[in-house]
């Protein structure tokens, strides 16, 4: 299975809309969407950023996305620490433990946070896969893996030519949520990746599962944050969210 996270285009938000750049980010993003093949389903969240992101491929593919509710934004107030804070509490660090502080007690953060597990899980288990108490996803039906022989010995193998055709969902989101639900697939605490990451608004950023077992997979980070669109379109990447210069190879227009 295959889930490709798209971050909205650089914003206006006290509008909850898309600058001027923003649009153009966006016409670039469309672009390189309409040519992927095999899209499974599209969801975003009620955020007005996000849709009018996702809205122009939408339109053009004749497709329709599913509006969930816990894709909107994580409130950033509980991710955006300063470091002599941050690292001043190792348990931000512990995936179990990061929570339970005193910092996130105050935002009712572990609510939410299940919140959105949960929604990702209950949606992912309408695909067959289902996640269990070790943190990893049991597949319903799953597919022959071309690395097993049948004698049931793994041998990899660098071609997946002959790998069947995944599951692939499309979200339109934000940074922070984006981050949360990455935590919850690879089992890290989002503090490391809401302090530690950035993706520039409409990369794209794919997780995959890695199903070397039949009937188990976990999930993988195989592209974080890919902006090809925006650099081959000659559009400068945004440092929205960001508090450095991004590293551009053209000039702003």
Do not use: Q
């Given at each position: 299975m295959r889930l490709i996270f798209i971050r909205h285009g650089d914003p206006d938000y006290s509008i909850d809309n898309l600058t001027e750049k923003g649009k153009r980010e966006v016409k670039?993003?469309?672009?390189?969407?309409?040519?992927?093949?095999?899209?499974?389903?599209?969801?975003?969240?009620?955020?007005?950023?996000?849709?009018?992101?996702?809205?122009?491929?939408?339109?053009?593919?004749?497709?329709?996305?599913?509006?969930?509710?816990?894709?909107?934004?994580?409130?950033?107030?509980?991710?955006?620490?300063?470091?002599?804070?941050?690292?001043?509490?190792?348990?931000?660090?512990?995936?179990?433990?990061?929570?339970?502080?005193s910092f996130m007690k105050k935002f009712n953060t572990k609510k939410d946070y299940k919140e959105v597990c949960d929604g990702i899980d209950k949606l992912l288990g309408e695909y067959g896969y289902i996640r269990n108490k070790k943190g990893f996803y049991d597949v319903i039906n799953p597919s022959t893996n071309p690395n097993w022989t049948y004698e049931g010995k793994y041998q990899l193998k660098s071609i997946k030519d002959d790998y069947p055709e995944e599951t692939t969902l499309v979200f339109f989101c934000h940074l922070g949520i984006m981050f949360t639900l990455i935590s919850h697939l690879v089992g890290i605490s989002p503090m490391q990746l809401w302090q530690g990451f950035y993706v520039a608004p409409t990369s794209i950023t794919i997780l995959n599962t890695e199903e070397r077992k039949q009937g188990q997979a976990y999930f993988r980070v195989e592209r974080l944050g890919d902006t090809n669109h925006l650099t081959n379109g000659g559009e400068p990447i945004s440092s929205s969210g960001y508090f450095a210069n991004v590293h551009n190879e053209i000039q702003e227009k």
């Open positions: 670039l993003l469309t672009d390189r969407i309409c040519k992927w093949e095999n899209i499974t389903a599209f969801y975003t969240s009620p955020l007005g950023r996000a849709k009018a992101t996702g809205a122009p491929a939408l339109e053009k593919l004749g497709r329709t996305a599913e509006t969930f509710e816990w894709l909107k934004e994580f409130n950033a107030k509980r991710w955006d620490l300063l470091p002599d804070y941050y690292t001043s509490n190792k348990n931000f660090f512990n995936k179990d433990k990061w929570m339970k502080t």
